[in-house]
Each structure stands twice: as C-alpha cells, then as structure tokens.
C-alpha cells in the first residue's frame, strides 16, 4: 500500500538541461560529457526548492529545448502539454494537476541556436534570417499566456540562468522583461539567476545557489 501524500503545496517547472539536472554530478575539474551518469535532477534547484517548501513538484523539462528553437525539432511551447513529447495527440489533461506557482526557465538554448545560421533547425524554424527581437519577445508571450490560460490563479515565475545566457551584457533577460511587460498580469513576475562565470552546466553548488534565490524571490514576492 502506498503512503499517502499529504503535501498541498504544487511547484510546477518548465526548463531545459539546467532544470533536468545536465552535469550536476559531474566530478569537481571533470569534462561535462552529457553521460546520464551525470544528470542528477533530485539536486537541481527546482527539486530542491519543492523539498524546501514541502511542496509537490512537477517537472517538465528537456536538454536542448528552447522556445522558438531546439537542437532538435521539437520546441516547448509544442510539446509541453503532451504526455508523449514526440506524439501530438498525446495530450494532458491539466485538470488533474493545478500548481501554486510556475517557473519557466527558458531560452538558454535560443541564444546559442539564434546565431547558428548553418544549424538544421536554425534552417527549419527561421529559414535564411536570424528572428527579429519583436519575434523571440512575441514567442516568449505567447507560451506565458498559454500556460497562464491552463492555470488562471498561479503565480507564474519567468526565470532566466544561470548559464551565459544571464552573462553580462546578454539581451535575453530583457526579451524576457519585455514579454512580461506585455502581459500585464500582477502575477506573473521576473527572476534572473546570474551568469555563474563557469562554463558547463551547474554543478550541485551552483544549483543549491539557484535554489536559494528562488526560494528568496517566492518568500519575497508570493503569498501561498
């Protein structure tokens, strides 16, 4: 017999490699291989933080997957109301799960593939062009307002970090500001984690980090 669950508190999160757990367990000095071995989601910041709060977490979250591009051809805004990533008809039914508070934490892999006009998918979604700044701002608004539609009541969190899409200098925290701005919703907010000055994925520390701001954000900014 199971035991049951009695936690009330639902964090749902939506990310990519940094949120699955990419390279936590990588040695201290190893080469961040991308070996499962390696991948560790129960110490990413997003586990963590449920665990903090005793909250149920729900994760949804894929290496590589961007907004408006992937290394692969499917992007979130596709595939992250289906059960099966790769079926279309696979769809879920969010009634069954209805969080306090969502996290997006997206578009690392955008930045990179947006300069990338020799890539595949470069090629499939953008064509010849680099998207305009009016494009990646719209598409960034146009997947908030579609996970707020599912979840009117939830306060939903559009993080960025902290790999070097949050660097110094970098225009991708700014698109983000200016979806949100779009919005105007009192509940949706913005949160960026800093450019952690390291190449490769997050390592344990650097997600407890992670875990610490956001915990901060949410006592600071959300009642639940």
């Known amino acids: 017999m199971k035991n049951p669950d009695h ?21 201290e000095g190893g080469r961040d291989s991308g070996m499962p071995e390696d991948f560790n989601n ?28 992937s290394w692969f051809p499917e992007i979130m ?10 079926d279309p008809l696979s769809k879920w039914d969010f009634t069954k799960y209805t ?26 979604r953008f064509g010849t062009e680099k998207p305009s700044e009016t494009f990646i701002i719209q598409s960034y608004a146009d997947f908030v307002r579609s996970v707020r539609s599912k979840y009117p009541s939830a306060s939903i969190i559009c993080a960025l970090g902290n790999m070097d899409a ?4 970098s225009e991708w925290p700014g698109y983000i500001q200016k979806a949100v701005n779009q919005l105007n919703d009192k509940k949706i907010y913005t949160l960026v984690f800093p450019y952690k000055e390291r190449g490769n994925h997050p390592n344990r520390k650097e997600q407890e980090a992670m875990s610490k701001q956001l915990i901060e954000f ?6 639940w």
Do not use: M
């Open 7 to 27: 936690r009330t508190r639902k964090i749902e999160f939506y990310g990519n490699s940094i949120t699955a757990g990419h390279g936590v367990d990588v040695p």
């Open 42 to 69: 129960y110490y990413t910041y997003a586990a963590l933080t449920a665990r903090h709060y005793n909250a149920k977490p729900f994760i949804i979250a894929r290496s590589g997957i961007g907004i408006t591009v």
């Open 77 to 86: 805004p596709e595939t992250y109301d289906r059960t099966a990533p790769l």
């Open 99 to 124: 969080p306090d508070i969502v996290v997006i934490n997206l578009f690392q892999n955008d930045s990179w593939i947006v300069n990338r006009p020799e890539h595949e998918q470069f090629k499939r």
């Open 166 to 169: 949050t660097r110094f200098g």
């Open 218 to 223: 949410i006592d600071r900014n959300i009642k």
